[in-house]
């Protein structure tokens, strides 16, 4: 099974799109630019017929792979980032720390 991702902008807004081999809903990953070095990630959004697959997974990496090549940091009020983001210490370097 293959993930591809695609990135849609708009304006200050944009999405991560996941589409996978051989079924028709995809998953997605919306943004919006705080400033030219930050931006917010507010929603992740994965199909019920794509759970288990790895693809909220991979919009993850995704994100955080082109935060690191554009020099922006992430903001994730998205839980579900915000979750990943705390099983990956890794990511550190572009994910900033939210106050609980």
Known sequence: MTIRITRE???????????VEGQAETGEMTWSRLSSSRIIVDHTGVPDSLRGLGVGAALARQ?????????VTILPLC????????RHPDWSDVIETIGH
């Open 9 to 19: 902008d708009s304006g200050s807004k944009g999405r991560f799109i996941a589409h």
């Open 63 to 71: 994100v955080v792979e082109t935060a690191r090549a554009e020099g």
């Open 79 to 86: 839980p579900f980032l915000k979750a990943q983001a705390e």
